[in-house]
T-cell receptor
Framework: EDKVVQSPLSLVVHEGDTVTLNCSYEVTNFRSLLWYKQEKKAPTFLFMLTSSGIEKKSGRLSSILDKKELFSILNITATQTGDSAVYLCAAVQTGANNLFFGTGTRLTVIP | ETGVTQSPTHLIKTRGQQVTLRCSSQSGHNTVSWYQQALGQGPQFIFQYYREEENGRGNFPPRFSGLQFPNYSSELNVNALELDDSALYLC??????????FGPGTRLTVL
């Protein structure tokens, strides 16, 4: 059975801390992995990763994929209260365009 | 460029009723996907439409049905509502690709 597992389920940190969010997957015919940030309702796109070992970076956020060990991490450095959200990862299979989501990690950044 | 919009924002129905949710895709996008997100869970894929044809379906019963119109907007119809249908319904659009952009969702409550 295909599955995407995120850890931890929730995390509370202080402003300025660095956090690492984990996403492991067991998905047949894996093609890509996507990260989204969900603050209230609409998940907003962060990264799409297809190749192993190539880091994607956007400001304080970065992500990398390991296709041998079947996981991805999302790093956030110098966290701010605006980073508080649920972070979702989703796998996509070859030949399909639907996203297969994990349950998310709820990040809370306190001042 | 207009993003993905959904209507209504909130909806309250009673068990057994029928509901129609609407989605306007981002300008230029020809593919629309629908997801159901229960509280504390990741979004689950319902189905996808590409150029007015269903292009993949998740594990949802036939009482969940949809349409896509020539302007690529879309509807999700749910018949014979059950209590477990209470959720956030998300619409996402894409341009024949993997990266999907989400709307703000419709919160459906079934009493």
């Amino acid at each position: 059975e295909d599955k995407v597992v995120q850890s931890p389920l929730s995390l509370v940190v202080h402003e300025g801390d660095t956090v690492t969010l984990n996403c492991s997957y067991e998905v047949t015919n894996f093609r890509s992995l996507l990260w989204y940030k969900q603050e209230k309702k609409a998940p907003t796109f962060l990264f799409m990763l297809t190749s192993s070992g190539i880091e994607k970076k956007s400001g304080r956020l970065s992500s990398i994929l390991d296709k041998k060990e079947l996981f991805s991490i999302l790093n956030i450095t110098a966290t701010q209260t605006g980073d508080s959200a649920v972070y979702l990862c989703a796998a996509v299979q070859t030949g399909a365009n639907n996203l297969f989501f994990g349950t998310g990690t709820r990040l809370t950044v306190i001042p | 460029e207009t993003g993905v919009t959904q209507s209504p924002t909130h909806l309250i129905k009673t068990r057994g009723q029928q509901v129609t949710l609407r989605c306007s895709s981002q300008s230029g996008h020809n593919t629309v996907s629908w997801y159901q997100q229960a509280l504390g869970q990741g979004p689950q894929f319902i189905f996808q439409y590409y150029r007015e044809e269903e292009n993949g379906r998740g594990n949802f019963p036939p009482r969940f049905s949809g349409l896509q119109f020539p302007n690529y907007s879309s509807e999700l119809n749910v018949n014979a509502l059950e209590l477990d249908d209470s959720a956030l319904y998300l619409c996402a659009s894409s341009l024949s690709g993997v990266t999907q952009y989400f709307g703000p969702g419709t919160r459906l409550t079934v009493l």
